[in-house]
């Protein structure tokens, strides 16, 4: 059984930064690539930041590129998400994901999210 717990959402001002954390557990996650995904009001679930099991291979949404960095810790089951001069349009629901694709296909299981919100 795998459970995802993320944290570290809250509302920041734009130009500001965030740190996300997501806790795992359950034996997959040193052996599973991991990924965030975010959902803002209205919109689909789109793809943010892909890592590999072993961390030596990150992939970013366009959008994000340059501004986020996506990192984990295998030794305490947690992946970071650290997102930097942050923007309005960045506001959403992050949510953790296991075994993602590079491209941005999700994998089978979910965190419950975490609440950015970004003001202008």
């Known amino acids: 059984q795998v459970q995802l717990v993320e944290s570290g959402g809250g509302l920041v001002q734009a130009g500001g930064s965030l740190r996300l954390s997501c806790a795992a557990s359950?034996?997959?996650?040193?052996?599973?690539?991991m990924g965030w995904f975010r959902q803002a009001p209205g919109k689909e679930r789109e793809f943010v930041a892909y890592i590999s099991w072993n961390g030596a291979n990150t992939y970013y949404a366009d959008s994000v590129k340059g501004r986020f960095t996506i990192s984990r810790e295998s030794g305490k089951n947690t992946m970071f998400l650290q997102m930097n001069s942050l923007k309005p349009e960045d506001t959403a629901v992050y949510f953790c994901n296991l075994g993602p694709t590079y491209w941005g296909a999700p994998g089978n299981y979910w965190g419950q999210g975490t609440q950015v919100t970004v003001s202008s």
């Open positions: 359950g034996r997959t996650f040193s052996t599973s690539a």
